[in-house]
């Protein structure tokens, strides 16, 4: 668990500069560059971590944690980004 958590801590502080950094129009553009910082960071984690046994599962603990954070910034930015002219 203990290199699952960094992933889930880096994936809110990601969301929180988007939400505070970019403009509210491409909140929704940016989303998926955190999901795929959170999937480099996961691999670059569970390859430093020297024990094997249940590395498929800490890699989905990872990226799902990500994805649930992921999911409700999503919930709560694209209303934002929808009435600041975001297209689909």
Request: zero cysteines.
């Amino acid at each position: 668990m203990r290199s699952v958590v960094p992933v889930w801590i880096l994936s809110l502080v990601a969301v929180v500069a988007v939400g505070l950094f970019v403009p509210p129009a491409s909140f929704l553009v940016f989303l998926p560059v955190v999901l795929g910082l959170a999937l480099v960071v996961t691999f670059g984690v569970q390859l430093l971590v020297p024990v094997r046994k249940g590395f498929v599962d800490r890699v989905s603990a990872s990226l799902g944690g990500a994805v649930v954070i992921l999911a409700v910034a999503t919930a709560v930015l694209a209303p934002i980004a929808f009435a600041a002219g975001a297209k689909i």
